[in-house]
């Protein structure tokens, strides 16, 4: 197999709407000015109604003075005249009186032109949001456009959302950790850097990169509690077709695990409904697959609703309760606590592998500090990207009991068969080298802070005709798997 050129890859710093009903008034005459006349005699004489046009479209009927074109010669009316002025009056009326605008109680004529108003449901939901991205998004000493459209906010360090938290309030980011000894690995992923700062833009020292929430990002979730949230279920490794998640991993158990450590494949697979996502992780995993199950993730994933498009993004993710209650995506809530200026979190990833040409990776590694009990995360060759603190965690307190590796993806069946959301590089494992995506070099820390090789590995597919995984081992790669799939073909119906 040939294991030459593999990359690391780079990070790209990544409403209600009002309708109007345009009221036009259509006159029923020619020119401007409308005449209203009767004819006595030989003599005509005309009252002009003159149509005026307020901006936007608001008209009101303006009644002369004046008589248009030239004077009139009264003579004397008949009875008969004045019967026929009478009911041309009780034929006319009730139309100019309908077509004059009606006053409010203060005077003032509302105009035609009205803009459609969301009723009450609509605008608490806008209050809601509003609240929430006045709440998530912090004041910035410096914004980052992004290449990808994505804004940066430079915010100092201690005012990030974590430490809205309660158990955080007033404090600032722990000192470095210390780091779990290797034992002699062959991993050689090189340092990665960020598009969006290659300009020479950079976050300053004390702050962290946030990626800005907009309105609308919000907005394409079902409601404010669930946006950056996965949805709640009960099952991460075994078959959840119930709930429409479907994986294809490697794990192990039966141990105290206290981390994990990977190199991953990064592609764009293909996500075909907006409420789908292919992500490719690593879960970190203690307490039972009930309401109690805590977990750690990391890794990439595309999600069009998350973000609004299909870009493969780097994300972290934790739950102490199923993903009922607790935990987020990314910095969307009080929990991870960011320590570096040069990494964006939800950020896209660039450049992206291709099939049978240059392939990257991220490097990712998970672990507890022995000295504080908190997990940290870090991306690529040693960059340190922050932490979990313990006290968000039941069963994670102490250890893990397994540790899993592989993709996952929302078959929601909107169509009425299953999704053609790709998992991986949408090609299923036997493509191989340059075609499939993989894992590799995968290792856990053991009580001692020491990364070891895995043993007694697990494989499981939910679906292996829709996504399936293999497994190797090699003196380059130790121990790694491909995996993936296109999902619906002939026999993933």
Excluded at 242 to 260: I, K, L, W
Excluded at 429 to 455: I, M
Aim: hydrophobic fraction near 35%; include cysteine.
């Amino acid at each position: 197999m040939d294991m030459k050129g593999v990359y690391s890859v780079v990070l790209v710093g990544s409403a209600l709407w009002t309708k109007e009903r345009n009221i036009e008034a259509e006159p029923s005459c020619s020119s401007s000015s409308c005449a209203i006349q009767h004819t006595t005699g030989q003599d005509q004489c005309l009252q002009a109604h003159s149509v005026e046009t307020l901006q936007p479209t608001t008209l009101f009927i303006k009644h002369s003075s004046r008589l248009v074109t030239h004077t009139c010669h009264t003579t004397p009316f008949s009875f008969t005249s004045m019967l026929l002025v009478l009911f041309l009056l009780v034929a006319f009326a009730p139309g100019l009186l309908s077509s004059l605008p009606i006053a409010s109680e203060s005077g003032h004529r509302p105009p035609a032109n009205q803009t459609f108003r969301p009723g009450g449901e609509e605008v608490q939901n806008l209050k809601r949001v509003s609240s929430y991205l006045s709440k998530i998004n912090k004041p910035a000493v410096k914004t980052i456009q992004s290449p990808d459209g994505d804004v940066i906010d430079c915010v100092l360090s201690h005012l990030q959302p974590a430490f809205d938290h309660p158990e955080l309030k007033g404090q600032k980011p722990l000192d470095l950790p210390e780091r779990p000894k290797s034992h002699n690995s062959t991993d050689t992923v090189e340092e990665t850097y960020q598009l969006w700062s290659e300009s020479g833009a950079a976050c300053p020292e004390g702050t962290v990169p946030i990626r800005r929430t907009t309105e609308k990002d919000v907005l394409r979730a079902s409601s404010v509690q669930r946006f950056g949230r996965k949805l709640p279920r009960r099952h991460v490794r075994r078959d959840s077709s119930g709930s429409g998640h479907e994986h294809a991993v490697v794990f192990v158990n039966g141990d105290q695990y206290y981390g994990a450590k990977a190199s991953i494949n990064v592609w764009a697979p293909r996500v075909t409904d907006q409420y789908e996502f292919s992500l490719s992780q690593i879960w970190v995993i203690s307490g039972t697959f009930g309401n109690d199950l805590n977990t750690i993730e990391a890794g990439w994933q595309v999600s069009p609703e998350l973000y609004g498009d299909n870009y493969p993004r780097f994300f972290t993710y934790w739950t102490t309760d199923a993903y009922q209650a607790t935990g987020c995506y990314n910095l969307l809530c009080s929990g991870f606590v960011q320590t570096n200026n040069k990494i964006a979190i939800g950020a896209a990833i660039s450049p992206r592998s291709s099939s049978n040409g240059r392939q990257f990776d991220i490097g990712l590694m998970v672990w507890k500090d022995p000295k504080h009990g908190h997990w940290w995360l870090q991306f690529g060759n040693g960059l340190l990207v922050g932490y979990w603190p313990a006290f968000l965690f039941s069963h994670l307190r102490s250890h893990a009991s397994m540790v899993q590796f592989g993709g996952e993806i929302v078959n929601s069946r909107s169509r009425g068969y299953h999704t053609s959301t790709q998992m991986g590089s949408g090609q299923f494992a036997e493509a191989g080298f340059g075609k499939a995506s993989y894992f590799r070099n995968l290792q856990v820390v053991d009580w001692d802070n020491n990364l070891l090789p895995l043993n007694n590995l697990h494989l499981t597919a939910d679906h292996p005709n829709c996504y399936d995984i293999r497994q190797g081992r090699n003196n380059v790669w130790g121990t790694y798997f491909y995996y993936g799939g296109p999902g619906r073909n002939v026999r993933c119906p």
